[in-house]
């Protein structure tokens, strides 16, 4: 069973930084893309990053591109994104996924398992 834990939410001010991270059990993981999703009251979930299963290709959403960096350590079975100079429009429920298929690229990443999501409140 899939299992995908976040941390590292929290309130920070705009410009500030977080680091969020996922811990991931159920699976190998090596061999599967990773990507963070977000979502607002009243707002469809959207994409953030994407790692590819082996770590050599991201993607990120416009709003995010140059400010988050996503990351994975295969060896802990961890995805990680590094938030830096955050604005207000990045608060949101954050959510930790995998891809239900192995091999999977980031440019094409869908989201297959979901974790339960940690909250990112940026205030001005």
């Known amino acids: 069973q899939v299992q995908l834990v976040e941390s590292g939410g929290g309130l920070v001010q705009a410009g500030g930084s977080l680091r969020l991270s996922c811990a991931a059990s159920g699976r190998t993981f090596s061999n599967y893309a990773m990507g963070w999703f977000r979502q607002t009251p009243g707002k469809e979930r959207e994409f953030v990053a994407a790692?590819?299963?082996?770590?050599?290709?991201?993607a990120y959403a416009d709003s995010v591109k140059g400010r988050f960096t996503i990351s994975r350590d295969n060896a802990k079975n961890t995805v990680n994104l590094q938030m830096n100079n955050l604005r207000p429009e990045d608060t949101a429920v954050y959510y930790c996924?995998?891809?239900?298929?192995?091999?999977?690229?980031?440019?094409?990443?869908?989201?297959?398992?979901w974790g339960q999501g940690t909250q990112v409140t940026v205030y001005s």
């Open positions: 790692i590819s299963w082996g770590g050599s290709s991201r």
């Open positions: 996924t995998v891809d239900s298929a192995r091999f999977g690229g980031a440019a094409t990443y869908t989201a297959g398992y």
